[in-house]
């Protein structure tokens, strides 16, 4: 009979944890691979999993003045996503958020956002740098981070409906506020509302992504205690 030390299954937990726990950015182009092994980058590492600013040159992808698509591949049953924005070429500040009301995300594969709008009060010209920062956020309550650098283009366009739809049974809805201990979501069928209006593709199930998976109240507390630090870009 094997016995297991406390080190040993802590070890075995957290193996489980990095295998399980991730996500990659399918559009814009990420960073870097950080899934990749050997690669010594890590997505526990704020704020771009380890991945440096201008590690690749050519790694940077044209997005239209007015905010481009955002293609996820996620990996959990449900995740909570913040998406930020910071202007530069080796961007370690990411204070703009194109998320101020975070989402709530159901289900495992392909979540594509046909437009991702800008601020209202940031103005960007033909050839300005920036770099986006997807945050994620499961049950365990760690956030997991990556990024894409991109060039914003006066004749860039976004992603075509052919190329952006939702995997079946993936949908998001956004968390708009907290109201006497109870965090209430708009657009169960991934098409948001209110400051930051975007449309998600096809496929979408139609659920409250999670209420639907039975999200424990105190990780869904205490998430939305954090949502300031997250659409400010600081890390944990």
């Not at 295998?19 to 890590?42: C, E, K, M, V």
């Not at 920062?133 to 365990?140: E, P």
């Not at 004749?155 to 079946?168: G, H, R």
Request: negative net charge; charged residues 10%.
């Amino acid at each position: 009979m094997v016995q297991l030390t406390t080190t040993t299954l802590a070890g075995l937990l957290t193996t489980v944890q990095l295998a399980t726990a991730h996500f990659s950015i399918d559009y814009p182009s990420w960073r870097a691979n950080s899934l990749q092994s050997g690669s010594g980058f890590s997505q526990w590492v704020y704020p771009c999993a380890g991945v440096p600013g201008g590690l690749s040159t050519t790694n940077r992808t044209d997005w239209p003045l007015t905010g481009g698509s955002l293609k996820l591949d996620l990996h959990h049953p449900w995740t909570y996503v913040f998406v930020n924005l910071g202007l530069g070429e080796n961007v370690t500040n990411f204070n703009y958020t194109l998320t101020p009301n975070f989402w709530n995300e159901t289900g495992n594969g392909t979540l594509c956002i046909p437009s991702m709008p800008l601020p209202a009060d940031l103005t960007v010209t033909d050839g300005t740098k920036a770099s986006l920062q997807v945050v994620t956020l499961g049950d365990s309550g760690s956030a997991l981070y990556n990024c894409a650098d991109i060039t914003f283009r006066s004749n860039a366009t976004s992603l075509p409906s052919s190329d952006c739809a939702n995997s079946p049974g993936v949908s998001y809805a956004v968390v708009n506020q907290e109201v006497n201990g109870t965090t209430t979501s708009s657009s169960a069928n991934g098409t948001t509302s209110g400051s930051g209006n975007s449309t998600g593709g096809s496929g979408t199930s139609g659920k409250n992504s999670g209420a639907a998976m039975g999200v424990d109240m105190v990780v869904m507390t205490s998430v939305v205690g954090l949502v300031v630090a997250f659409v400010a870009g600081m890390g944990l």
